[in-house]
């Protein structure tokens, strides 16, 4: 599934295993605090051009809502998204 890399830069507090930031546990923008109830998905997208490497998240949240989440591994940012 490849996804649009626009979205909007948000904090992430995750679990951090032996990979570092390794999976969302609660979501931090637009002044709300959301609880990750279930991963539902999650996969890694590479290009090999830049040497870039993203790793997704589909969650569900406290809020209700679905949200599709990236962590960009080069820059060590977490992101929101919409699919592309």
């Given at each position: 599934m490849r996804m649009e890399r626009s979205g909007e830069r948000i904090e992430v507090i995750a679990y951090s295993g032996h990979r570092g930031e390794e999976s969302p546990r609660r979501l931090l923008f637009s002044g709300e605090k959301i609880e990750v109830i279930k991963v539902m998905k999650q996969w890694?997208?590479?290009?090999?051009?830049?040497?870039?490497?993203?790793?997704?998240?589909?969650?569900?949240?406290?809020?209700?809502?679905?949200?599709?989440?990236?962590?960009?591994?080069?820059?060590?940012?977490?992101?929101?998204?919409?699919?592309?």
């Open positions: 890694i997208e590479e290009r090999s051009g830049d040497r870039s490497r993203k790793r997704f998240y589909q969650v569900k949240g406290s809020d209700g809502a679905i949200h599709i989440l990236y962590y960009d591994e080069k820059i060590m940012e977490w992101f929101r998204t919409v699919k592309g």
